[in-house]
């Protein structure tokens, strides 16, 4: 038995310098040749810091409107609603966001609406929606903010990002850096 408790009380101390000492060193030492040393991508913007890669609440009419989130944009508490699509509340949910969605975009179709603008992501703080999810949002941003559709449509083309090497992940765009381009737009 003593020999059990030797062993045991050996192997702690070990996992206790491995995962608290060594591996936190190393992971620190592979984000100081990341962007901006590991604390977020920042984007300055009229005197205002944003992080690139938290997502931002965007739900006025004349932007792109951001996905939803089940932590409101809070980055200390990310994290899913955690219902599935059969949870009664959480169809609810998704139902009052397709609601919205139609009553601020007349002539959208519940169908041609993309999942990415009713439902929340896994961590609650994806920044990035589809292409098709901003192909929706044109026509109500051309209207209100009087400038032409093919301008609007440009902007999402320049802000598409594509799959890492042409195969890993969907093409997507940044919700921020997309409404920093809009208001760009003259």
Request: glycine share 8%; with cysteine.
């Amino acid at each position: 038995m003593k020999q059990n408790i030797l062993s045991a009380i050996r192997l702690t101390a070990v996992c206790l310098l491995l995962f608290s000492g060594v591996y936190t060193l190393i992971i620190f030492g592979i984000v100081q040749f990341s962007p901006n040393n590991g604390k977020g991508e920042v984007i300055t913007e009229n005197n205002r810091k944003y992080y690139e890669n938290i997502g931002q609440k965007f739900d006025q009419d004349q932007y792109f409107w951001s996905r939803p989130s089940a932590v409101d944009y809070n980055a200390a508490g990310a994290g899913g609603s955690n219902k599935g699509p059969s949870n009664p509340d959480y169809l609810k949910t998704v139902k009052e966001r397709i609601d919205n969605f139609t009553k601020h975009n007349p002539g959208i179709k519940t169908s041609e609406i993309p999942s990415d603008l009713v439902t929340a992501s896994g961590s609650g703080l994806d920044p990035n929606i589809s292409v098709q999810a901003a192909k929706v949002q044109v026509e109500r941003i051309a209207k209100i903010r009087n400038v032409e559709k093919t301008k609007i449509e440009q902007i999402i083309v320049s802000n598409t990002e594509k799959p890492l090497f042409g195969l890993f992940g969907t093409e997507k765009i940044n919700v921020l850096k997309l409404n920093i381009a809009l208001d760009g737009l003259k």
